[in-house]
């Protein structure tokens, strides 16, 4: 069975920072894109970052260019976000997805973004 | 960025009774291979996502055939033929050819 796991969500201010992991089970981790979706309080999804098989390719939506950095460790079967100089706007709950078609998702992890 | 639209926004609907979605895409998500990149999820009230149809009509592992996808160039239909106390929540269309991948705004199915 497919499992994905956040981590790492929490309470933080304007300006900061917050690292967020995604543990991978049930799966071939290294056969697939990993990718970060986001949803704000009340609001729709939200397509933020994604990351190639072998971490040589990643995409990120332009909100989040220079600020997030997606990355993975293979042999750990995990996905991470780096989320730097955080804004309101950024408060959300993160989820992570399999594969290109986001066929499987976590249960999510809340990121709070406020003084 | 390719704009996903779904109607209606708001769906109440009886139990027994058949629900339709439609979605538009501002760019085909045709790709080159021939696949239509289209995919419809459901979430449930404090849950996340789950996808349920895949590349317009194929149904996920566990998804009740009573859930059909179905469309071609930039529209797309999902219906539901009876709908069931547990499929309330909100259904999401997205594509995953151009990137960023986008998501519909979702449409709310409720009970009347």
């Known amino acids: 069975e497919v499992q994905l796991v956040e981590s790492g969500g929490g309470l933080v201010q304007p300006g900061g920072s917050l690292r967020l992991s995604c543990a991978a089970s049930g799966f071939t981790f290294t056969g697939f894109w990993m990718s970060w979706v986001r949803q704000a309080p009340g609001k729709g999804l939200e397509w933020v970052a994604n990351?190639?098989?072998?971490?040589?390719?990643?995409n990120y939506v332009d909100s989040v260019k220079g600020r997030f950095t997606i990355s993975r460790d293979n042999a750990k079967n995990s996905v991470y976000l780096q989320m730097n100089s955080l804004r309101g706007e950024d408060t959300a709950v993160y989820y992570c997805a399999k594969g290109a078609g986001f066929d499987s998702w976590g249960q999510g992890t809340l990121v709070t973004v406020s003084s | 960025e390719v704009v996903m639209t779904q109607s209606p926004l708001s769906l109440p609907v009886t139990l027994g009774q058949e629900a339709s979605i439609s979605c538009r895409c501002s760019?085909?998500?045709?790709?080159?291979?021939?696949?239509?990149?289209l995919h419809w999820f459901h979430q449930r009230p404090g849950q996340s996502p789950r996808r349920l149809i895949y590349?317009?009509?194929n149904r996920d592992s566990g998804v009740p055939d009573r859930f059909s996808g179905s469309g071609s160039g930039t529209d797309f239909t999902l219906k539901i033929s009876r709908v069931e106390a547990e499929d309330v929540g909100i259904y999401y269309c997205?594509?995953?050819?151009?990137?960023?991948?986008?998501f519909g705004q979702g449409t709310k199915v409720e009970i009347k």
């Open positions: 760019q085909s998500p045709v790709y080159s291979d021939g696949n239509t990149y």
């Open positions: 997205m594509q995953t050819i151009h990137w960023p991948g986008t």
């Open positions: 990351i190639k098989e072998d971490g040589s390719h990643k």
């Open positions: 590349k317009v009509s």
